[in-house]
């Protein structure tokens, strides 16, 4: 790629005044580096994965409303995780913790185990068991 | 308490805090010349392994394997430690800042405040130098970062006890011992040698035949999972080849810089030829990002559309095979 080519496109760093370093080649080949504000193919790249995570969200927050899914399943999206992660944050295996899902079972789930849950999403125990969206 | 230290923004972060460690220490070893000698570059697949609901494809050797290859290469020594608890870990680098060293930190990416919203993922295998700490805060050089910043003690905490795949277990790194010459030509040369094996090998998922193997998948991919997964995966593969830390081109434009500086070093007018090469092939692995983005920017897939940039990616493939058996000869 040459210098005078590296894409300065808007992008998901432009808000922040980021900018990232490429190595480019200059006039003679040789290669140098330089700064990109970024570039359009990654940028809808991340806003794909982006729409997609708030697609789960979405769904995940229809499904507790309807009494199909626990809280635990929304705050995880919500958190960007999935359950290889949040199994591990909490420390329990992933059985388990899918286990809590159900609505069932995690009405049922005492105050120390939802203080693990809580703490991992960073909310109280209350907002875990309340469940409420704004 | 703040020790001294100079920060160089860098494009990948392990080669980033590697060279301005080792420059902080009298060595001075440029990013290039740190990927190439540690034998980053690479590729493997690995359709078992999910992240972010998508086949793992990686561009790069694993965590940590870079500076260490390094480090054998030139005879380096670098201390790593691992905590089990947060409160030996701090005490640990609190030690080292108080002995004017400054220390090489593995930490997840999704509390990093300072990185924007977007970018904030699961992700454990980013590198920081901390070199000072004040009483709210720690002092931090991300070398993806422009300028220095900051985090607080608790985001420090959290950072470098994040949880998940390469759980980075507070873990910290600095060398202890650097000799006062060092054999750049033979290190350049074994970092070449591994590469080529590595992207030459006869395994399936890894290297040139793991890009063969991701060209056939990707035919498949829209009748196998259906428009929207496709989609993902495929915006997923370009994520994991253009974002920040790659340089461009999957790491190909850094790869090629290191072979034009090892060309020079080693007096071999061959390697700079070869450098042009790489550049080259970076420039099409740039072009198979772009027709991928219209691929799931449009939001359709046409079996058409991705058949075009399966042979695409085969042609790459095709390419690199020639070139790292090129390079294997160049240097032997």
Redesign the interface.
């Known amino acids: ?1 040459e210098k005078e080519k590296v894409p300065q496109d808007k992008g ?2 432009t ?2 005044n ?8 200059d006039e003679n ?3 140098t ?1 330089t ?1 990109s504000t970024g ?4 940028t ?7 729409d ?1 995570i708030n697609e789960r969200i979405a769904e995940a927050k229809m499904k507790v409303e309807i009494g199909e899914a626990s809280p635990i399943c929304y705050y995880m999206e919500v958190n ?3 359950l ?2 949040l199994a ?2 909490v420390g329990m295996w992933k059985w388990r913790v899918k286990r809590h899902f159900k609505p069932a079972v995690f009405a049922k789930l005492s105050d120390s185990i939802l203080k693990k849950y809580a703490d991992t999403f960073e909310i109280s125990v209350e907002k875990l068991k309340n469940f409420k969206t704004d | 308490m703040q020790v001294t230290f100079t920060h160089h ?3 990948h972060c392990e080669n980033g805090v590697a060279s301005n460690l080792l420059k902080n220490n009298g060595l001075n070893i440029s990013e ?1 010349m740190v990927f190439g000698i540690g034998s980053g570059l690479f590729f493997v697949y690995l359709p078992f392994i ?1 992240v ?2 998508a086949p793992a494809i990686s561009y790069r050797t694993l965590p940590g394997q870079i500076f260490n290859k390094l480090a054998s290469r030139l005879n380096l020594k670098i201390k790593r430690q691992k905590f089990s608890s947060a409160v030996n870990a701090n005490k640990a680098l609190d030690e080292n800042l108080k002995n004017n060293i400054p220390t090489g930190l593995q930490v997840g990416v ?1 509390n990093l405040s300072y ?2 919203d ?5 992700f454990n295998a980013h590198n920081l130098v901390v070199y000072g700490k004040t009483e709210t805060d720690y002092l931090i050089s991300d070398p ?3 300028t220095v910043t900051t985090l607080t003690h608790d985001e420090l905490d959290k950072v470098r006890f994040a ?3 390469f ?1 980075p277990r507070g873990q910290m790194y600095y060398p202890i011992q650097i000799p006062k010459d060092v054999d750049l030509k033979s290190a350049i040369i074994k970092g070449i040698k591994n590469t080529c094996r590595d992207m030459l090998a006869p395994m399936p998922i890894i290297g040139v035949r793991g890009i063969k193997f991701v060209s056939r998948q990707i035919r498949k991919w829209p009748v196998k999972h259906g428009t929207k997964k496709a ?2 995966y495929l ?2 593969m ?2 994991m080849q ?3 830390g790659t ?3 999957g790491f190909r ?2 790869y ?2 290191f072979l ?2 090892a060309s020079v070093i080693l007096g071999n007018e061959e390697l700079k030829n070869l ?2 090469e790489m ?1 080259q092939i ?2 099409s692995w ?1 072009d198979f ?2 027709e ?2 219209r691929i ?2 449009n939001r359709s897939a046409k079996e058409d559309a991705y058949n075009a940039i399966a042979d695409e990616l085969l042609s790459i493939a095709n390419r690199e095979e020639i070139f790292f058996k090129k390079l294997k000869k160049a240097i032997s």
Do not use: C
């Open positions: 790629m998901n760093l808000k922040n980021l900018k990232e370093l490429l190595y480019a080649t080949g040789e290669y580096t700064l570039w359009e193919p990654k809808i790249a991340l806003s794909n994965s982006i997609e960007k995780m999935d290889t992660i591990s944050y | 923004q860098s494009a290039p999910k972010n609901y999704y990185f924007p977007e970018y904030r993922f699961h993806v970062m422009e949880k998940g795949a759980a989609n993902h915006a997923q370009v994520r253009e974002e920040i340089g461009g081109g434009f850094i090629a810089a034009q500086e450098s042009k550049t970076g420039d740039r990002a772009v991928a983005s799931y920017k």
